[in-house]
């Protein structure tokens, strides 16, 4: 069975520091892949998604920078971090969109 | 182990039916219950419900909780293609605010 992680589930960064958030898939082959923000308890901001190896789509300019180095991992960046990058981010899967998309456990991140 | 449980997964019905989603959870230091839309890549926002028995409406959607039973409801009335979609539910915690998804149902509405 296919399984999503994500790693940490809570950090807490000074601001001007750097960010890398991690999201694995296993058990499936070339998912897409989706970076999420949640904002304020109601909607999901959708801020990357990715197709394939090295194929990444940006929603939401910002500063934030996202990158799948390996077919199931896909990874959240920022060089510098800003009190606005605080939130939950999510990430996600599937097979083909627009099926059911899954989610993973979510990091938690503060910026102080 | 926390969860959220969607039933069911998936739903055929005939433009103008009304259909139930249903949502049921175990999970600790809830805060608020939402529901999302997914259609193309990104859910799209419907319902927070954070207090038990008060019903959330718009147009032809409406939800409600039961914190007691500890699950939530989505009607869709007067259905329509537009409708079919996969429909999330989500809860969220207090504390590290964490959101803990359903699998979600997928609703497909002929014509």
């Known amino acids: 069975s296919q399984t999503i992680h994500q790693w940490p589930a809570t950090l807490v960064q000074p601001v001007g520091s750097p960010l890398s958030l991690e999201c694995t898939v296993e058990?499936?082959?070339?998912?897409?892949l989706y970076w999420y923000r949640q904002a304020a308890g109601r909607g999901l901001q959708l801020l990357f998604y990715?197709?394939?190896?090295?194929?990444i789509s940006s929603e939401v300019p910002q500063n934030l920078s996202a990158s799948r180095p390996q077919d199931r991992q896909f990874i959240l960046s920022s060089k510098k971090l800003l009190l606005s990058d605080s939130g939950f981010y999510l990430c996600a899967w599937n097979l083909q969109g627009p099926d059911t998309q899954y989610f993973g456990p979510g990091t938690r991140l503060t910026v102080l | 182990e926390d969860k959220v449980v969607q039933s069911p997964l998936s739903l055929v019905v005939h433009e103008g039916d009304t259909v139930t989603l249903n949502c049921s959870y175990e999970?600790?230091?809830?805060?608020?219950l939402l529901w999302y839309k997914q259609e193309k890549k990104a859910p799209t926002f419907l319902f927070m419900l954070?207090?038990?028995?008060i019903e959330k409406k718009s147009g032809r959607l409406s939800s409600i909780l039961d914190k007691k039973e500890l699950f939530s409801i989505l009607n869709i009335t007067a259905t329509q293609t537009g409708d079919s979609a996969v429909y999330l539910c989500a809860v969220e915690q207090y504390g590290q605010g964490n959101l803990i998804f359903g699998k979600g149902t997928k609703l497909s509405v002929k014509p």
């Open positions: 990715s197709v394939g190896i090295g194929q």
């Open positions: 954070t207090s038990s028995g």
């Open positions: 058990g499936t082959s070339n998912p897409n």
């Open positions: 999970v600790t230091n809830f805060r608020s």
